[in-house]
């Protein structure tokens, strides 16, 4: 499993604290993430597309910070220098560049214009959007009165930030500080870790509430894992994440390969009073 290198977190593995080697930064998503704009030249007089690799003339990532979105570029298909490696024309210029810490928005957008700024009298025929979930959205313009999507990632699905927001809301009263944080990435994608807490004053209510969530969640594909297991504690805070298994050559498989945020809130909403 490949580790964040974005400073260190205590984060938990089945109530334990990880190693050294497996502390990571947690990045709270709202505040974090950016979304980082790449057009293609059209060195050689071509213009390269994958639908298959979401690859078209504006490609747009959402990451942490630059350097990350530029990574995420290069695993995604992209490349850069193209010119002194010879791929692309020195006359036309190299195909893309990198991303710069200032070229960061706030929501997908391209030169700076939100996407839901444009409509079909846009210059730009369509564009691909890469989330930090690894789900890849296909934006189409100049089809219409309103943009057109289509996603392209059967393993985990887009999700509204209103769908999402929403259901947040119902979860106000048990989310505690730093709620969703990507500590981990594995298989091209960000790997969330929802924190939230219940209340418990004594042993047997603590421990009724520890077989209530591993119940609950049994089966699911996702992992309870608490932060601490003092009963003379009140508050219990506690991670729910995607469970994954170590294979014996060292890399990882998840347990339920859909996984998806959304899913993850409404198995919180069934259970937290």
Excluded at 23 to 49: C, E, H, M, P, W
Excluded at 97 to 121: S, V, W
Excluded at 208 to 222: A, D, I, P, V
Excluded at 224 to 238: A, L, T
């Amino acid at each position: 499993m490949v580790l964040s290198e974005w400073g260190s977190s205590k984060m938990y593995n089945n109530g334990k604290i990880m190693t050294d080697s497996e502390k990571l930064t947690v990045a709270k998503v709202a505040n974090a993430s950016k979304f980082y704009q790449y057009r293609q030249n059209n060195s050689g007089d071509s213009i390269l597309k994958s639908e298959k690799d979401g690859i078209c003339e504006y490609v747009i990532i959402e990451a942490l910070n630059a350097d990350d979105a530029n990574n995420r570029a290069e695993e995604i298909g992209l490349y850069f220098d193209g010119c002194d490696s010879g791929k692309d024309c020195r006359h036309c210029g190299d195909r893309w560049y990198r991303a710069d810490e200032d070229d960061g928005d706030d929501a997908p957008a391209i030169y700076g214009e939100p996407l839901e700024n444009m409509g079909d009298d846009s210059y730009v025929e369509n564009c691909f959007i890469h989330y930090l979930d690894g789900t890849i959205e296909k934006v189409e313009f100049n089809v219409g009165h309103e943009q057109q999507t289509s996603l392209h990632n059967t393993t985990n699905t887009f999700l509204p930030a209103v769908s999402i927001q929403h259901k947040v809301e119902k979860l106000i009263p048990f989310i505690s500080e730093e709620f969703i944080t990507y500590p981990l990435r594995e298989e091209g994608r960000y790997i969330p870790f929802l924190k939230c807490w219940q209340k418990a004053d004594t042993a047997n209510k603590c421990t009724r509430l520890s077989n209530k969530l591993n119940k609950h969640f049994e089966k699911t594909g996702y992992e309870i894992s608490f932060i601490g297991k003092e009963h003379r504690s009140v508050i219990h805070e506690f991670y729910i994440y995607p469970k994954w298994k170590e294979l014996k050559n060292g890399s990882y498989k998840f347990v339920k390969k859909d996984w998806s945020i959304e899913e993850m809130l409404d198995l919180l909403l069934d259970v937290l009073k």
